[in-house]
Nanobody
Framework: QVQLVESGGGLVQAGGSLRLSCATSRSVFRVNVLGWYRQAPGKQRELVATKTDSGDTNYADSVKGRFTISRDNAKNLLYLQMNSLEPADTAVYYC?????????WGQGTQVTVSS
């Protein structure tokens, strides 16, 4: 089992920054893929960014150049640094882990960007 707990969400003005954290129950470096997804009201959950155990990263086009995903293996933490936030980034952000062919999800953290 992989347990995930997100933190760091909140209310921020457009142009501001937030850093999300995801605490994992299993050594982060052992997890095949870690990532962040988000779901806005009335919309489907979508990929924001992923990072593999080999270090490869993937970003949604809408966040490239603004968001950065990183892992701290010593602390079993996954981060999402979000800069130049826009109202369109408003959503619940979920931490995701793929291991043993299964998906694990955190409970989500709300990010609200005001204009």
């Amino acid at each position: 089992q992989v347990q995930l707990v997100e933190s760091g969400g909140g209310l921020v003005q457009a142009g501001g920054s937030l850093r999300l954290s995801c605490a994992t129950s299993r050594s982060v470096f052992r997890v095949n893929v870690l990532g962040w997804y988000r779901q806005a009201p009335g919309k489907q959950r979508e990929l924001v960014a992923t990072k593999t155990d080999s270090g490869d990263t993937n970003y949604a086009d809408s966040v490239k150049g603004r968001f950065t995903i990183s892992r701290d293996n010593a602390k079993n933490l996954l981060y999402l640094q979000m800069n130049s936030l826009e109202p369109a980034d408003t959503a619940v952000y979920y931490c995701n882990a793929v291991q043993w062919g299964m998906n694990f999800w955190g409970q989500g953290t709300q990010v609200t960007v005001s204009s």
